[in-house]
C-alpha cells in the first residue's frame, strides 16, 4: 500500500521561505517521478512542480518558477520543495504525488500572510 505523508507547512510572513518534505513507502521509490501539487480555498487543485526518477530533471507552474525547488533524496524515499520569496497567493494545502499513480497524501497547510 503505497503511503505519502507530508510535512513542513505553517504560517510565514510574505517573502518568507519554507521547506516541505514528502516521506513515501510501499514502493520503489527510485522507480518514481514525484510531484507537488497545490489547492487553494475554493479553487481546484493545480500541479506545482514534478522531478524524475533521479532527480536530475525538474519542471515548474509558471506561478513558481524560480522561487521553489523540487528535490529528492532516492536512499530516504523522501520529496522536498523548499518554497523562497512566498507570496499570500502561494497559500494552499500542499500535497505531494507519485507519478504514476493515484496515491495522495493528507497534504500539509501552508499559509503566506500579507
Known amino acids: 500500500q503505497v503511503q505519502l505523508v507530508e510535512s513542513g507547512g505553517g504560517l510565514v510572513q510574505a517573502g518568507g521561505s519554507l521547506r516541505l518534505s514528502c516521506a513515501v513507502s510501499?514502493?520503489?521509490?527510485?522507480?518514481?517521478?514525484m510531484g507537488w501539487f497545490r489547492q487553494a480555498p475554493g479553487k481546484e487543485r493545480e500541479f506545482v512542480a514534478r522531478?524524475?526518477?533521479?532527480?536530475?530533471?525538474?519542471i515548474y507552474a509558471d506561478s513558481v518558477k524560480g522561487r521553489f525547488t523540487i528535490s529528492r533524496d532516492n536512499a530516504k524515499n523522501m520529496v522536498y520543495l523548499d518554497m523562497n520569496s512566498l507570496k499570500p497567493e502561494d497559500t494552499a494545502v500542499y500535497y505531494c504525488?507519485?507519478?504514476?499513480?493515484?496515491?495522495w497524501g493528507q497534504g500539509t497547510q501552508v499559509t503566506v500572510s500579507s
Open positions: 504525488k507519485v507519478d504514476p499513480g493515484d496515491s
Open positions: 510501499g514502493l520503489t521509490f527510485r522507480n518514481y517521478g
Open positions: 522531478i524524475n526518477t533521479r532527480g536530475a530533471t525538474a
